[in-house]
């Protein structure tokens, strides 16, 4: 379900057509963001992804005074979107010589959702009205926490929210002659024999959902504050100057550490950087990951692969990595890596915690689909394959900041074969690229290079790990 919600937003925002409008990626977040909500965002350690919007349980309301006033009316603007697809395929041509030469199937697919929706907007004479509200003095408990630890803190300025519920709905209807076996949209199908398979979905988004959201820095001076209306990421929410425990300015220094033990440069779209620039990063972490002993590099890739699909724990683990000293408690699985990293001080120098973590943000780049492809990728030991098929992608089309046709090599598709070419075509898809199961041709699109470069660090070292 979170692929039809998720596949249904994004093509809303393209509709809409403001570049500024992040997509809701799942049911949960569209319930919990609202406008004015505060939302965290973590800059990754490398520059070639970027992390998701974490959406806070608060508002900036909660952290504001409290006043008689109330804020002006928002500006509305109703509409109205309608995605049907309706269409019919035979899928009994070969991707490469001898690729599931036994298949052969005529599939019968509807998709449809028609959202009411309306754009909230807030205008500008609300935000000079609001900073005459000060800071709480105390300050709330949630606001000291991310103080403490330096934390980039956004407000919600503008969504795109549900006047109306509504029902998304996925339907296929296929004959299958042959035998086969398939991922579509996390549900595996198998047939044998000449057979009828119907599929349908059915997802119901309540009224005031939001769909996709704007947002502006936030950023606080003693107890005054104030939002980049222009600017993006150009401040800290807590200048250090302003910072007022030398905990949380020793935390923010010792906090990925080992990262920056290259040259510090601007985390934007790196125009000079090319694929070798990426290659030679991931590499690095690939010989780390040889540092490592068996037994650890297995206690790590078991854990991974039990929480794919579970993002809360994933950040969960995340969080508890940043934290010095690291002396936490987790449960399940990330509290087995834990455990691991806990039981000597090596792992203070030897980097494996800050290899874990890069592991972790280049997973989190990725979304709740490909985490969910990426568990049976690594049970079925294909990580090589996608991986050599990622950087035939990557290396030549890297620099190339427009859509461009190529044709995917099909020496590498060939190793793959039946289901596990099913997956790593719905990865790539995931990724932004224009993918047809039983076509080797796609587009290069410059907006699949951030999640194609996450995946690609994610599949090398997951590799590295997996050869224990």
């Known amino acids: 379900m979170p692929s039809m919600f998720e596949s249904t937003v994004k093509k809303l925002v393209r509709e809409i057509g403001d570049k500024e409008l992040r997509p809701v990626t799942d049911v949960l977040n569209a319930n919990k963001i609202h406008r004015f909500s505060l939302i965290w965002r973590k800059k990754a350690t490398s520059m070639f992804w970027q992390l998701p919007d974490v959406p806070l349980d608060v508002s900036l309301m909660d952290m504001l005074e409290q006043s008689v006033t109330v804020p002006d009316a928002p500006l509305e603007v109703p509409d109205e979107f309608t995605d049907k697809v309706d269409r019919k395929q035979h899928a009994g041509a070969n991707v490469n010589a001898g690729a599931e030469a036994s298949i052969s199937e005529g599939t019968t697919k509807y998709q449809g959702s028609s959202l009411n929706y309306k754009i909230v907007s807030t205008p500008y004479k609300t935000w000079t009205d609001l900073q005459k509200r000060k800071v709480m003095d105390p300050e709330p408990p949630f606001l000291k926490q991310c103080r403490r630890t330096a934390k980039k803190l956004y407000v919600v ?111 934007q779209e790196p125009f000079l950087l090319d694929f070798k620039d990426l290659h030679e990063e991931v590499s690095r972490k690939v010989r780390a990951v040889d540092q490592l002993s068996k037994d650890f590099k297995d206690v790590v890739f078991s854990g991974i692969l039990a929480m794919l699909g579970d993002r809360e724990a994933l950040q969960d683990l995340m969080d508890m990595l940043e934290q010095e000293p690291l002396n936490g408690h987790l449960n399940g699985p990330g509290g087995t890596v834990l455990n691991e990293l806990q039981k000597g001080s090596s792992y203070a120098w030897n980097g494996s915690k800050y290899l874990i973590l890069y592991l972790l943000e280049a997973i989190m780049a990725l979304s709740d689909i490909q985490h969910r492809l990426l568990a049976p990728s690594m049970e079925k030991k294909i990580l090589s394959q996608q991986r050599d098929l990622v950087r035939s992608i990557l290396e030549p089309n890297f620099k190339y900041p427009w859509s461009i046709p190529f044709t995917l090599k099909p020496e590498l598709l060939e190793p793959l074969q039946g289901e596990g070419l099913a997956i790593t075509y719905a990865l790539l898809d995931e990724c932004g690229l224009k993918m047809e199961l039983h076509s080797p041709r796609s587009t290069w699109d410059l907006g699949a290079k951030k999640p194609l470069s996450a995946l690609y660090g994610t599949l090398c070292v997951l590799q590295q790990l997996a050869e224990a």
């Open 157 to 267: 300025t503008d969504v795109v929210e549900l006047r109306d519920s509504c029902v998304m709905e996925d339907r296929s209807t296929g004959d299958v002659l042959g035998k086969m076996s398939f991922i579509h949209t996390f549900l595996k199908v198998k047939a044998e024999g000449g057979a009828l398979k119907v599929r349908e979905k059915k997802l119901t988004v309540a009224k005031g959902s939001v769909m996709a959201y704007k947002r502006k820095q936030l950023v606080l001076k003693k107890n005054s504050w104030d939002i980049l209306h222009v600017a993006d990421d150009e401040e800290e929410t807590f200048p250090k100057a302003e910072t007022n425990s030398w905990v949380g300015n020793l935390i923010s220094l010792l906090v990925g550490r080992e990262f920056f033990i290259e040259p510090i440069r601007r985390i």
